[in-house]
Each structure stands twice: as C-alpha cells, then as structure tokens.
T-cell receptor, first 111, second 112 residues
Framework: AQSVAQPEDQVNVAEGNPLTVKCTYS??????LFWYVQYPNRGLQFLLK??????LVKGSYGFEAEFNKSQTSFHLKKPSALVSDSALYFC?????????FGAGTRLTVKP | EAGVAQSPRYKIIEKRQSVAFWCNPI?????LYWYQQILGQGPKLLIQ????????DSQLPKDRFSAERLKGVDSTLKIQPAKLEDSAVYLC??????????FGQGTRLTVV
C-alpha cells in the first residue's frame, strides 16, 4: 500500500526567506503526488500535483514542488515566504485510487 | 462551480449515541472519500466510493461505522454507538478520474 512521510512536524522560517517542506513517498507503481494546505477550521485546499511530465511543478500562491524519483521525494518549496503562508501542510499520494496523507507539517512564518 | 457540501458543520453528542454526517460532492464526480482527521494528525481514509460501489473500506471500523452512497451522488456516514475517541473532524472529498480531490469544510464531532 502507498504511504507518505513528512519528517518534520514543524518548520519555522522568517518572512522573505525561502521555505521547504519535506515529503517522501512509497508506492508500488507510478505515483500521483499532491500538496494540500489547511488553515484553522477549514477544509483542505489543493496547492499542486504531480502526475507526469516535468519534475518541477508550479502551483497556487507561488508554491512549487520538485518530484525526485530516485530519492522518492516531493518537497514543497517557495522562494520567498509570507506570514500568511503559516498553516498546516499535507503531502498525499494516490496509487490505485485511494489517497493517503502524511501526518502534516506546521509551517510558521515569522515577520 | 459549487464545491463539496457537508453538514452539519459541528455536532456534539454523548458517548453511546448515534450520529450521521451528510456529504454532497461536486456534480459529476464519481469518486467520493470520507476521511477522519483527529486533532494534530493527518486525514485518515475511512472509505472510498466509486459511484455507488465501495472501493476501499479497509480502515473503516465496521462494528460502529457505516457509510452509503445509494444513488452514486450524496453520501452519509454514520457512527453508532459513538465513543470518546471518535471526536474528530470528518472530511468528505470528491474527484473525477483526472483531477485532484476537492474537500468540503468538514464536520467537527465532539463526543462527551
């Protein structure tokens, strides 16, 4: 069965600095990979996905993610963090149809 | 286009009572998921439907949880009887074959 791991519970960055939120995956076939963001008392909002094609995927709000097959990673990145990016971020993988989520990483961007 | 609708938004019940949650997916989305998200954790898949058929319910505690999607559109998730550890946010999501999943705002259940 597919799974994802988010090795960091918490990531702290200063506003204006680049950010990275890490994700590694395990899947038997070709992975469909996703990043979602969750703000307090809200549902999950889609940021970006990798299905096939370019390893660098661009998504909403200036976020991007790099698919690395050899390292089985799909790290989320942003060149310049905003205070408003502070939220809970989830990586997810879909293989046969069901979609599994990581435990989440809380991103805090300080002014 | 309208998003995934869930109701109620909040529910407080006593342990051993029953509760039901409702989800209306995006029109035309054949795949529907129910997830349980306990505070501080990632969403855990409970059940996946493809139209009105169950694709995966391996993580659904079937002794107390049940779900149905009778006409392949709306879905209900029921807990009977509820336990304290069922306190969580229950998320519904839907998708077509080629899209990401779209989530509703969830139902926050508190069991006291």
């Amino acid at each position: 069965a597919q799974s994802v791991a988010q090795p960091e519970d918490q990531v702290n960055v200063a506003e204006g600095n680049p950010l990275t939120v890490k994700c590694t995956y395990s899947v038997s076939g070709n992975p469909y990979l996703f990043w979602y963001v969750q703000y307090p008392n809200r549902g999950l909002q889609f940021l970006l996905k990798y299905i096939t094609g370019d390893n660098l995927v661009k998504g909403s709000y200036g976020f991007e993610a790099e698919f690395n097959k050899s390292q089985t990673s799909f790290h989320l990145k942003k060149p310049s963090a905003l205070v408003s990016d502070s939220a809970l971020y989830f990586c997810a993988v879909r293989d046969t149809g069901d979609m599994r989520f990581g435990a989440g990483t809380r991103l805090t961007v300080k002014p | 286009e309208a998003g995934v609708a869930q109701s109620p938004r909040y529910k407080i019940i006593e342990k051993r009572q029953s509760v039901a949650f409702w989800c209306n997916p995006i029109s035309g989305h054949a795949t529907l998921y129910w997830y349980q998200q306990i505070l501080g954790q990632g969403p855990k898949l409970l059940i996946q439907f493809q139209n009105n058929g169950v694709v995966d319910d391996s993580q659904l505690p079937k002794d107390r949880f049940s779900a149905e999607r009778l006409k392949g559109v709306d879905s209900t998730l029921k807990i009977q009887p509820a336990k304290l550890e069922d306190s969580a946010v229950y998320l519904c999501a839907s998708r077509t074959a080629n899209t990401e999943a779209f989530f509703g705002q969830g139902t926050r259940l508190t069991v006291v």
